[in-house]
């Protein structure tokens, strides 16, 4: 579903991502785990097409498609989503219609008939139980005033609606205490499919209790320096990210 | 200056047009208003932009510029005249001018209850000029407002709205005023629509006054409003300009509110290439509250001057105010927020704030608060925001599938939606949505070519008989 190959990225003069090759299958879960300022938001914030950052070579193909060439809103609509590790404020623009607007794109581009109001507050109501939301954040500008465990699950609820082939995670468990994680990490599992690939970026292990991995993978200093199961991740949360560095320095010696 | 002094003579000669016209048929104080007026303008000339209050708008090119006076008649009035706005507002008390005059045949006064009566300025002029004499020109500092000196030498017709004490209006009184064009080649002409809406004691009242053209062309609109409240009373009052995007739109608006008075004033510019909005109110009476609102969106080589003036003459009143701009193009903008807290007005309360957005790199938006503030006991805050449009919300918009220009657009509704939101007349509302939408699609058209505005919904166009 989605391969990236020797991905190099950089703001201005900093190389931030420095040759990351990664493969997701359909239908799998992948976690993506490192110490602050490896480059995880980055290769999330990049997938989804943001343009401050700049692609210095490798590439990135979805579904046989260059993602790297698409407009935002085109890899959007070819069914990738990117939830935000801090989502943002829109003031004036209502949940309920920001969230429609952006539905009755994406089916239109997928040749399906648009959603009427009344339809999609149905559909809106049932997916805000599945992540026990209050009904009120409907209709209350996207994101304002929202705390943040309401901001996460917003963007979860968003996913839920959308329905994307592809699901990137930035930090979605930061800053949740544990009920909210769970409802989070619920609202994620119900969104497992073998046609859906989920990839988790996260700091800790503590969300992959919930939501379980096929693959970890650990990103160091811009690059994937081990990949494993979701044992990997405990070996982590118990040695600490300094273990990769002293890993590091003793296979950097040997060379 | 002399330049400037040159142009001023066709108003003098539009003056003694009208003079002659009337023949003494005015009641000796109309006159001597007049007059006095007449000879102010001469004095005052028009502002250039050595005067600290016109330092970022230059009136030169209507200076220069020759006008005829208004038409004598519109006729025949034609039906279709504002056809689609008489249809959406309907429910209202609706009075139309057409090119400066009132067309009765157009108008749909619809039943008003006892104690209200609304008429036209010439209507009450010819017929009972004594129930204007005690607030026509009473309010407007024309001594030192050259273009309200202007409005009130030659001012001939407008509305006159009377309010009664303890009135509640349900429907609101909506003044329409149409621009069409001229026949044949005649130059372009100067309209000094006159209004005076009088609330009473304990009364409400909704009130909209709106600028359109109707295909008229370089026109010159110099108004003026007066608005009296009474204690305890309340008005709603929203000005829309809409008009020609070559014509010149320079207006006053004066409020004086009594005590425990509550007025919301909402100035929205979207049409003209040249704007001059001086909106001000005195809070006149203790426990007051005035609420002023302001949208501007322009574009292309748009200039648009909002100059504001709450004066706060007695204590234990409140204002809130919030303007709201959106450039583009080489637009130009100026806001000037002057509140003044009056000696012995305590326990002032005063906001301001103005918020800009800038869409273009050659828009230009001049902002300034003005403070006069000669009370101790008193709480006035103001702050003002130029920003351009937020990249992480954009990105946000299109990371869910929403286009860029659809996110774009929908970023600059919600900020104007902050005004536009508070217009109690839900087919206004939907008619400026519709509008902004428009102009924003319109972008970089170039304004003042003759072309009208986008969003204005230009209803036809007819030859004078």
Redesign the interface.
């Known amino acids: 579903m989605l391969e990236i190959k020797d991905l190099h990225v950089s703001v201005g003069d900093h190389e931030i991502l420095r040759g990351v090759d990664l493969k997701v299958g359909r239908g799998e879960v992948h976690a993506i785990m490192g110490p602050n300022g490896s480059g995880k938001s980055t290769l999330a914030q990049v997938l ?4 401050v950052y700049t692609v210095t070579s490798g590439e990135v193909i979805f579904e046989g498609k260059d993602l790297l060439v698409m ?3 085109d ?3 070819e069914g990738i ?2 939830a ?1 590790q801090y ?7 209502s949940n309920l219609y ?2 429609r ?3 009755n ?2 089916r239109k ?1 997928r040749g399906l008939e648009e959603i009427d109001a009344m339809d999609f507050l149905k559909l809106a109501r049932d997916k805000m139980k599945l992540l026990d939301m209050d009904e009120n954040l409907m209709q209350r ?2 994101n304002e005033g929202f705390s943040g465990g309401e901001k996460k699950r917003n963007e979860i609820f ?1 996913m839920a609606i ?1 329905e994307p082939r592809l699901a990137i995670l930035d930090e979605t468990d930061s800053g949740l205490d544990i009920d909210a994680l769970k409802i989070v990490a619920n609202g994620v599992n119900a969104l497992r499919s073998p046609e859906r690939a989920i990839v988790v970026v996260t700091h800790y292990q503590r969300l992959l209790n919930y939501i379980v991995p096929d693959v970890v993978h650990v990103l160091y200093d811009g690059r994937i320096v081990r990949s494993g199961d979701k044992r990997l991740a405990l070996e982590l949360e118990e040695k600490g990210y300094g273990w990769l560095e002293d890993d590091r320095q003793l296979s950097a010696a040997g060379r | 200056m002399t330049a400037v002094k040159g142009q001023q003579d066709q108003y003098f000669a539009h003056f003694a047009a009208l003079e002659e016209r009337l023949s003494g048929t005015e009641p000796e104080w109309l006159r001597a208003v007049r007059k006095s007026a007449i000879e102010r303008f001469g004095d005052l000339g028009f502002p250039t932009t050595r005067d600290e209050e016109w330092r970022f708008t230059s009136v030169a090119p209507i200076a220069r510029r020759a006008f005829r006076p208004p038409p004598e008649r519109v006729s025949p009035a034609d039906a279709r005249f504002g056809q689609s706005e008489r249809a959406d507002f309907a429910h209202c008390t609706l009075l139309v001018f057409v090119n400066g005059r009132y067309v009765e045949e157009l108008a749909s006064p619809n039943g008003l209850p006892a104690g209200v009566r609304v008429r036209s300025l010439r209507a009450a002029l010819a017929s009972e000029p004594e129930t204007l004499e005690p607030h026509l020109a009473r309010y407007v500092p024309f001594e030192r407002n050259a273009f309200a000196a202007l409005n009130t030498a030659l001012m001939e017709d407008g509305a006159f709205v009377e309010v009664g004490k303890d009135v509640a209006l349900e429907r609101p009184i909506y003044l329409l005023f149409l621009a069409a064009p001229l026949p044949g080649k005649s130059a372009p002409a100067a309209y000094h629509p006159r209004n005076l809406i009088v609330v009473g004691r304990g009364s409400q009242a909704t009130v909209v006054e709106h600028y359109l053209s109707a295909g008229g062309a370089g026109y010159f609109t110099n108004a003026v409003t007066e608005a009296v409240v009474g204690d305890n009373a309340r008005l709603d009052y929203t000005k829309v300009q809409q008009e020609s995007g070559d014509a010149y739109h320079i207006a006053t608006v004066q409020v004086h509110q009594a005590r425990f008075s509550s007025v919301t004033t909402r100035v929205v510019a979207l049409g003209g290439v040249l704007n001059r909005e001086d909106t001000c109110t005195v809070l006149d009476g203790e426990g007051a509250e005035s609420l002023l609102q302001g949208l501007y969106v322009i574009h292309g080589r748009q200039h648009v001057d909002n100059h504001t003036t709450i004066d706060h003459a007695q204590p234990h009143c409140s204002s809130r105010e919030l303007y709201k701009g959106v450039l583009d193009g080489a637009s130009n903008g100026v806001f000037n927020g002057k509140i003044i807290v009056r000696r012995g007005a305590q326990k002032t309360d005063s906001k301001q704030s103005n918020k800009n957005l800038l869409l273009s790199e050659s828009a230009v938006i001049n902002t300034k608060p003005q403070l006069e503030i000669y009370a101790d006991d008193v709480k006035c805050t103001h702050g003002a925001t130029i920003g351009q449009m937020d990249p992480e919300a954009v990105f946000y918009l299109r990371s869910r599938g929403i286009g860029l220009e659809e996110a774009r657009a929908m970023l600059i509704e919600a900020f104007a939606n902050d005004i536009l939101d508070r217009i109690p007349l839900a087919p206004l509302r939907t008619r400026l949505q519709r509008a902004l939408t428009d102009k924003l699609a319109a972008k970089g058209q170039p304004a003042g070519t003759g072309a009208s505005p986008a969003g204005e919904r230009v209803s036809v166009l007819v030859e004078e008989a």
């Open positions: 989804a097409g943001r343009d407009a935002p809103e890899r959007a609509r989503f990117l935000f989502p943002v404020e829109i003031p004036g623009v920001f969230l607007s952006a539905l794109t994406i581009a500008p996207v968003q959308l």
